[in-house]
């Protein structure tokens, strides 16, 4: 009877693992057309001052419009892309799409404060990297503290010894550094203190419960003294209560990003949404003068 089950295991296994192998091919195949046709995609999602409530900055997010309509998300094909070398020609494309935005941004009198666009530890660890880098800031005749590399704290402690090294060749360049979903990863503060970087992001999973869960808050507040300790802003990722912005700014957070400020939002509507934030404050200075 075991020998039978064993067998039939085996049957099983070996089948889905055939799926999925199958799949992924398919999925890979998909992908390499959606970079060469243009089916990807860029939503940005700002990100907030939280003692003024200003927008210092966007995040790029990569979206893959399907052929059936669907929307696929990154955390759907990034690691597959990752595994197959994909993830080189998507992220020249995220990088030079993202800056070619921030371009028309700046030409059209929206400062939108820096892009930032997320890395893959493949991508960001080629060697070539900080030459590409240049290539797309110089192509679209952008300061390097324009654009903001997001690299995060698992990704770069994987390979801690070269991504100090790629770290400081980005820096030397004065392109902004921050450090992704931090508290997520093995941190080593020996290498925390050798990273140039300028950001750290408190992961999600800290902020959800942070009014509830005395642990998840001794950890954000933790974070934050870390990061000023250590001359970094710090930015809390996923706010979505008036109660967890409360507490983070209180907590001396710099800025903050979340469904409760902004879900991401295309080009277009960053655009719009500034244009509101102008007629506001130019109808705020036609009554200081009316009333003046
Ligand atoms: P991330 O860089 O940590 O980005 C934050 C993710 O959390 C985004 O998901 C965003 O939509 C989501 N988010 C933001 N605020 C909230 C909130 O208040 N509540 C909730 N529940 N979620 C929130 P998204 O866009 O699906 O991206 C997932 C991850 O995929 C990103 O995590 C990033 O690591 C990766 N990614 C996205 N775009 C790119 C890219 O162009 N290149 C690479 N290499 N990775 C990317
Ligand atoms: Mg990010
Ligand atoms: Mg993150
Ligand atoms: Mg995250």
Request: aromatic fraction near 8%; hydrophobic fraction near 40%.
């Amino acid at each position: 009877r075991a020998k039978a089950e064993g067998k039939n295991t085996y049957r099983l296994f070996n089948h889905s693992m055939n799926d999925k192998a199958v799949e992924s091919l398919l999925i890979e195949n998909d992908l390499r057309k959606a970079i060469k046709y243009d089916k990807l995609r860029l939503v940005y999602q700002p990100k907030i001052d939280l003692h003024d409530g200003r927008i210092i900055g966007v995040e790029a997010l990569v979206r893959w419009d399907l052929d059936n309509g669907e929307v696929m998300s990154p955390g759907e094909f990034i690691p597959m892309a990752e595994e197959t070398g994909l993830i080189v020609p998507l992220g020249k494309w995220v990088l030079d799409e993202a800056c070619r935005q921030q371009r028309l941004w700046l030409d059209r009198g929206f400062k939108v404060g820096s892009v930032a666009v997320n890395l893959s530890p493949r991508q960001f660890l080629q060697i070539e990297f900080p030459d590409f880098i240049q290539s797309v800031l110089d192509k679209h005749q952008l300061e390097p503290s324009c654009l903001e590399l997001e690299i995060t704290e698992s990704s770069a402690m994987e390979n801690a010894q070269q991504s100090v090294q790629m770290l400081k060749r980005l820096h030397s360049m004065g392109v902004a550094l921050a450090m992704d979903d931090f508290g997520t990863g093995y941190s080593s503060l020996a290498y925390l203190k050798r990273f140039p970087i300028d950001t750290l992001k408190i992961d999600r999973s800290f902020i959800r419960d942070i009014y509830h869960d005395s642990n998840d808050a001794a950890i954000a507040k933790s974070i934050i003294d870390l990061g000023h300790n250590m001359g970094l802003k710090v930015v809390a990722e996923g706010i979505e209560s008036s109660d967890q912005k409360q507490w983070l700014k209180k907590q001396g957070c710099d800025y903050a990003q979340g469904f409760f400020f902004s879900k991401p939002i295309s080009a277009n509507e960053v655009e719009e949404s500034f244009c509101h934030i102008r007629r506001k404050l130019e109808l705020v200075a036609s009554n200081d003068i009316g009333h003046g």
